[in-house]
């Protein structure tokens, strides 16, 4: 890893955080739009633990959510926070794809699609706001290789 990545986790010193907004606002992005396409197209498609009883993915996306928090509060290094980055994008994903079930606590599809076009307009806001910073950061990881 580079050396002024390190120093600035080690030392939280501003600058890194701005940068981790990227890869969350990307996954958050790549996962809601995944799985906005995929209940569409396979509505019926779920795990039924018990009849009658169904768990939406909002919920699994919790359990993402407090992995990514985990390993974020566990494991410091640059790689690993760019790494809970991306796990915390997609659980905030999976959760927020049924944001509109959140609020009207109905399971329809007029409530799902309605809170879509908002959803997506504040993840690419993110994205947008990041990008330079999350780019860079990219590159100084060596996990994206500029020719």
């Not at 790549?30 to 995929?38: A, G, P």
């Not at 909002?58 to 566990?74: E, M, N, R």
């Not at 959760?95 to 007029?110: H, I, Q, T, V």
């Amino acid at each position: 890893m580079r050396e002024g990545i390190h120093r600035k986790v080690i030392n939280k010193e501003p600058g890194l955080y701005i940068s981790l907004v990227f890869p969350i606002a990307f996954a958050f992005l790549v996962t809601f739009t995944v799985s906005r396409i995929f209940s569409h197209f396979f509505p019926q498609f779920y795990i039924q633990w018990a009849p009658g009883l169904r768990v939406h993915h909002y919920a699994y996306g919790f359990f993402v959510l407090a992995a990514a928090g985990y390993l974020a509060l566990v494991f410091n290094g640059p790689g690993a926070k760019y790494g809970a980055a991306l796990l915390f994008g997609l659980g905030l994903g999976l959760a927020f794809d049924e944001f509109g079930m959140w609020l009207k606590l109905r399971d329809d599809e007029p409530t799902r699609w309605s809170y879509d076009g908002f959803n997506i307009v504040i993840g690419f806001f993110f994205l947008l706001l990041s990008a330079k910073q999350g780019m860079r950061l990219l590159l100084k990881l060596g996990l994206f290789k500029r020719n």
